[in-house]
């Protein structure tokens, strides 16, 4: 590689590197706590379950109790278990019967709302919100969308940035990438430590790096930011019609049509047809066709254990008057190429595929990538502190590095306490749930970042924020011990692994933080 190529890698690398350095390193902190989403939530909400509960649900009772609130013939109703958790998503359409008076109005969100599958009671997005949900949703700044999509397109920016600065870091290391990583002088200059650790580090998790670079650029891109513009120019803002198109497997519908059905149903015994036919299903999805109409349909949908299948989904589809299988597709064979590529960008994105081994995998590479973006930040700012650089030039310098790093550090202690204060407060709020969660992280995280920005020194905000993120991930287990009764011995006597596991991570961190503080020292 000629000097001229190399040099113009280089500085590319370095430019959009400190370009999308703070929001970057955002969306790679919550994206790693979101590898515990479901976990998060069944903590915070104390509802934790157990492996294959949507298929032992009571849709029958489920359906009773909807009737009692509003009419059910002639919708489509469909229950969906896009996360593990009690709450499952309901989505009914308006009846068919044009004869049924219905409610008006809901907006975009009408006929959407979630169901606690336990005791049946329904709650809409803004009170159902979540930790789980709130940093799942900043991982790509969906807060962010004051302007239509505007945080998406901010998510997707930063993605391809990524990517471009993965590709021209692998270049610029290429010839000593080897001998590099085996290298590490901790008593060497500080741009020799930083730059050994950044290129060690960094190397560990590029193949994470260059996943993740591709897959959420192509989730946010694809999905957010070309989804909309497609649906409105190529099928006449029909989703339907694109949804028909696009859909995987292919999107099914029954006519309503006659009189109602006379004969008594349950449609719980589906589910059990459907097991029989393939054990090990996980089973995630239920439809309703022309609720109590002779045209009744239900369709059982699932997808194959990642033991057993890394792709692929499959469902069956009865008609209710005779119980008839009138439709199939198998979860383990004859996957088409949309659907195979598009579960292996999900599954390699999410990391569901491996238990929590994979998730904790996953956890770890997403915190490694997040010191290989502070260690390049300050790479950046120490080859810049020369003796005959501007004093305009080197204020700004060492402000812009102060502002990034105040932002960034102080994600960990705002994350704990936001943890501990929606634990012991949000119940009581009188408000929606969202907008205390909302307001709480924000206000937290900004409170933090400039009390540190004002102290104007990368050690003691780096120092402080060990400190109070250590304290504050000590007092979670304890907060959650005192709110619910359910201490680490408890959960782990009563089998409650999803709260424990938030537990021992937070115990974990703080232990991890103590460690480092031990081994700090002012250079």
């Given at each position: 590689?000629?000097?001229r190529?190399y040099?113009i890698l ?9 370009f ?6 955002l969306?790679f902190f919550?994206g ?7 976990e998060i ?5 104390n509802e934790p379950?157990?492996?294959g ?6 849709f029958?009772a489920?359906?009773q109790?909807l009737?009692?609130e509003?009419t059910?013939?002639?919708?489509d109703i469909?229950?969906?278990?896009r996360f593990?958790?009690?709450?499952i ?5 308006q009846?068919k ?11 975009r969100r ?12 329904k ?6 919100y979540?930790?789980?949900?709130f940093?799942y949703r900043l991982?790509?700044?969906?807060q962010?969308n004051f302007?239509?999509r505007?945080g998406y397109?901010l998510a ?6 990524f990517?471009f600065a ?21 008593k060497a200059k ?9 290129v060690?580090?960094g190397?560990?998790g590029l193949?994470?790096?260059?996943i993740?670079?591709v897959t ?6 694809g999905?957010m930011v ?5 649906q409105k ?8 019609e ?6 995987v497997?292919?999107l099914?519908?029954?006519d309503?049509f006659?009189?109602?059905?006379t004969k ?5 015994e589906f589910i059990?047809?459907t097991?029989?036919?393939w ?10 066709f022309n609720?109590?109409n ?5 369709q ?7 033991t ?7 469902y069956q589809t009865f008609?209710?008057?005779?119980n008839?299988?009138?439709?199939e597709?198998?979860?383990y064979n004859n996957i088409s190429?949309?659907?195979?590529a ?5 599954r390699?994105h999410?990391?569901?595929y491996g ?13 490694i990538?997040?010191f290989?973006?502070?260690?390049g ?8 502190d020369?003796?005959n650089?501007e004093p ?6 060492n402000w812009?590095?102060?502002?990034y790093?105040s932002?960034?550090?102080s994600l960990?202690p705002?994350t704990?306490l936001t943890?501990?204060?929606v634990?012991?407060f ?9 907008s ?9 995280w900004?409170?933090i970042?400039v009390?540190l920005?004002?102290k104007?020194?990368?050690y003691f905000t780096?120092?402080?924020?060990l400190i109070?993120g250590?304290?504050?991930s ?10 619910t ?6 959960s782990?006597s009563?089998?409650?692994s ?7 991570f ?7 933080s ?7 020292k002012r250079?």
């Amino acid at each position: 590689m000629s000097n001229r190529i190399y040099n113009i890698l280089f500085h590319t690398h370095t430019i959009s590197g400190i370009f999308i350095s703070a929001l970057l390193y955002l969306i790679f902190f919550t994206g790693s706590v979101s590898f515990l989403r479901d976990e998060i939530n069944a903590w915070e909400r104390n509802e934790p379950i157990e492996k294959g509960y949507f298929e032992h649900i009571d849709f029958d009772a489920a359906l009773q109790k909807l009737k009692t609130e509003d009419t059910l013939y002639s919708r489509d109703i469909t229950f969906s278990q896009r996360f593990f958790e009690r709450r499952i998503s309901v989505f009914m359409t308006q009846p068919k019967d044009t004869t049924i008076e219905t409610k008006k109005g809901g907006g975009r969100r009408r006929g959407f709302f979630y169901m606690d599958m336990d005791n049946y009671t329904k709650s809409d997005y803004a009170s159902g919100y979540s930790l789980g949900e709130f940093f799942y949703r900043l991982h790509f700044f969906a807060q962010l969308n004051f302007f239509g999509r505007s945080g998406y397109f901010l998510a997707g920016l930063v993605a391809f940035f990524f990517l471009f600065a993965v590709v021209t870091g692998v270049l610029v290391h290429w010839n000593k990438i080897v001998s590099s990583f085996y290298v590490f002088r901790p008593k060497a200059k500080l741009k020799t430590i930083w730059t050994d650790a950044h290129v060690a580090l960094g190397v560990i998790g590029l193949p994470y790096q260059f996943i993740f670079a591709v897959t959420g650029a192509f989730l946010i891109v694809g999905y957010m930011v070309m989804l909309p513009p497609m649906q409105k120019f190529l099928f006449n803002d029909n989703a339907q019609e694109m949804q028909k198109v696009i859909e995987v497997p292919a999107l099914e519908t029954y006519d309503y049509f006659g009189d109602p059905l006379t004969k008594e149903f349950n449609v719980n015994e589906f589910i059990k047809t459907t097991k029989e036919k393939w054990p090990s299903l996980n089973i995630n999805g239920f439809k309703i066709f022309n609720y109590g109409n002779e045209n009744m349909h239900v369709q059982v949908m699932g997808s194959p254990k990642y033991t057993d299948g890394f792709v692929g989904t499959g469902y069956q589809t009865f008609k209710v008057e005779d119980n008839s299988l009138v439709s199939e597709k198998d979860p383990y064979n004859n996957i088409s190429y949309v659907e195979g590529a598009n579960d292996v960008i999900k599954r390699l994105h999410f990391g569901d595929y491996g238990g929590y081994a994979m998730k904790f995998i996953y956890l770890i590479l997403g915190f490694i990538t997040c010191f290989v973006i502070i260690s390049g930040v300050l790479i950046w700012l120490v080859a810049r502190d020369k003796k005959n650089l501007e004093p305009r030039k080197k204020h700004f310098n060492n402000w812009l590095v102060r502002v990034y790093m105040s932002s960034m550090l102080s994600l960990f202690p705002a994350t704990a306490l936001t943890f501990i204060l929606v634990k012991l407060f949000a119940d009581d709020f009188e408000g929606v749930r969202m907008s205390f969660i909302n307001r709480t992280f924000f206000w937290t995280w900004l409170i933090i970042g400039v009390l540190l920005l004002l102290k104007r020194s990368n050690y003691f905000t780096n120092k402080v924020c060990l400190i109070t993120g250590a304290v504050f991930s000590l007092f979670i287990p304890i907060a959650n011990g005192i709110k619910t009764g359910n201490w680490p011995w408890v959960s782990y006597s009563h089998g409650y692994s999803q709260i424990l596991v938030i537990d021992l991570f937070w115990i974990i961190v703080a232990i991890l933080s103590f460690a480092v503080l031990l081994k700090l020292k002012r250079k």
